[in-house]
């Protein structure tokens, strides 16, 4: 249960002066967020909000621990839009049957797509793949799962194992 002092972030106040109408997930949908702190940064051009953060445009959802917008300048007959968020900390997204969990989340507004790392997991009904990072591209429907590489060092063994790409698969 979400702490009862969290308060919302109108998106008509604070949201939409960050997106100027630029969609996040879904075209005229509106965006909403929750969360315990909110700082505008304008000078750097992102906003960060912490604190059991819940953000939800459409059949998008994400919770985390912080969340960072980043947003381009407006210019001349230029509005401003959203770059991309960064999440990090208990990351959870879902769109619509697909859920992915990691410890951080990157969306690229310009390619459309997710990108999950740090024990990343995906779930499309009982069907789960693990991997290093997983990449969800959102127009497509479609994710791509990357298994982790060791690091060499000077002298000898990393000490670290290659992370393999893992799935569980359920017949209906």
């Not at 997983?134 to 194992?161: F, H, N, P």
Request: hydrophobic residues 35%.
């Amino acid at each position: 249960m979400r702490n009862k002092q969290t308060y919302k972030i109108v998106t008509s106040l604070i949201f939409f002066l960050l997106l100027c109408g630029g969609p996040l997930f879904a075209e005229n949908a509106p965006i909403t967020i929750e969360a315990d702190h909110m700082t505008s940064l304008e000078k750097e051009n992102n906003v960060l909000f912490s604190g059991n953060v819940d953000a939800q445009q459409a059949d998008v959802r994400i919770r985390s621990d912080k969340m960072t917008v980043y947003y381009t300048t407006a210019g001349e007959n230029k509005k401003q839009e959203v770059k991309r968020l960064k999440c990090v900390g208990n990351v959870e997204i879902t769109k619509g049957e697909w859920l992915g969990t990691g410890q951080e989340m990157n969306y690229l507004a310009k390619e459309r797509k997710i990108l999950l790392s740090g024990d990343a997991k995906a779930w499309q009904n009982k069907n789960l793949v693990t991997g290093d990072t997983i990449i969800y591209y959102l127009d497509e429907g479609r994710s791509e799962v990357v298994g982790g590489r060791t690091s060499a060092t000077v002298g000898g063994d990393s000490g670290k194992q290659k992370t393999r790409v893992k799935a569980t698969l359920t017949p209906q």
